[in-house]
C-alpha cells in the first residue's frame, strides 16, 4: 500500500498555464508538506498543514495555492505558470514530532 | 539555510560501514539531529534522529558527540542499495511546526 502519493508523476505544461498537483496520504498523518526540489537539487520547504490548518509559509510567490480538504490531502495549485517553477515537488506527512514520509514526487516542466 | 555541514562526496567499499560525519556546531539545545537519504530521484527517506543520547534502528546507528556539535550516521555493512545523497539536517520548530532545511548532503557512492 502506498503512504504517500502524488498525481501526476510528470506534467509537461506551457507558461501562464494554470496546473495543480495532487497528494495524499493514508498513514492517518496530522501534518502535510510540499517540498520543491530544484535543478540543483535544492530540496526547500514550501508549505506545511497541520489538520488542515496552514502553518509554515515560506515566502513562496502567491501563485501557488495550497489546499487540504482534509487530513489526508494537500493539493498544491499553481497559477501563471513560469519557466522558474520547472522543478520535481515532493509532497510528506508525518504524525507531529516524527520522521517525514515522502511521496515519489511530480516533476513539472514549464515550456 | 542549513545549519550543517558534511562533506560533498565519501566512497565505501561494499560490506564496510559507511560512516557520513556531519558538523552542526550551532545546534541548540532542544534541537533534534535528523538524517535522511535521496536515492536517485526518488522522494527522500527517513533514516534516524536523536538528541543527545546515541540511537540505533534497523537502518544506522547515530553517533552524537557530548557537545552534540557534530555527529556520525553509520551504515553497518553498506550495500549497492545504500548509494544516495544524505542529509543532515537539524530539526528547528515546535510541534507541529517543524521544518527540516535539507543542505547539499553528502554523496555517498557504495563501491563493488
Known amino acids: 500500500d502506498t503512504a504517500v502519493s502524488q498525481t501526476p508523476k510528470y506534467l509537461v505544461t506551457q507558461m501562464g498555464n494554470d496546473k495543480s498537483i495532487k497528494c495524499e496520504q493514508n498513514l492517518g498523518h496530522d501534518t502535510m508538506y510540499w517540498y520543491k526540489q530544484d535543478s540543483k537539487k535544492f530540496l526547500k520547504i514550501m508549505f506545511s498543514y497541520n489538520n488542515k490548518e496552514l502553518i509554515i509559509n515560506e515566502t513562496v510567490p502567491n501563485r501557488f495555492s495550497p489546499k487540504s480538504p482534509d487530513k489526508a490531502h494537500l493539493n498544491l495549485h499553481i497559477n501563471s505558470l513560469e519557466l522558474g517553477d520547472s522543478a520535481v515537488y515532493f509532497c510528506a506527512s508525518s504524525r507531529r514530532t516524527n520522521e517525514q514520509y515522502f511521496g515519489p514526487g511530480t516533476r513539472l516542466t514549464v515550456t | ?112
Not at chain 2, 556546531?25 to 535528523?34: A, D, L, M, Q, R
Request: net charge neutral.
Open chain 2, 1 to 112: 539555510d542549513a545549519k550543517t555541514t558534511q562533506p560533498p562526496s565519501m566512497d565505501c567499499a561494499e560490506g564496510r560501514a559507511a560512516n557520513l560525519p556531519c558538523n552542526h556546531s550551532t545546534i541548540s539545545g532542544n534541537e533534534y539531529v535528523y538524517w535522511y537519504r535521496q536515492i536517485h530521484s526518488q522522494g527522500p527517506q527517513y533514516i534516524i534522529h536523536g538528541l543527545k543520547n546515541n540511537e540505533t534502528n534497523e537502518m544506522a546507528s547515530l553517533i552524537i558527540t557530548e557537545d552534540r556539535k557534530s555527529s556520525t550516521l553509520i551504515l553497518p555493512h553498506a550495500t549497492l542499495r545504500d548509494t544516495a545523497v544524505y542529509y543532515c539536517i537539524v530539526r528547528v520548530g515546535d510541534f507541529g511546526n517543524e521544518k527540516l532545511t535539507f543542505g547539499t548532503g553528502t554523496r555517498l557512492t557504495i563501491i563493488p
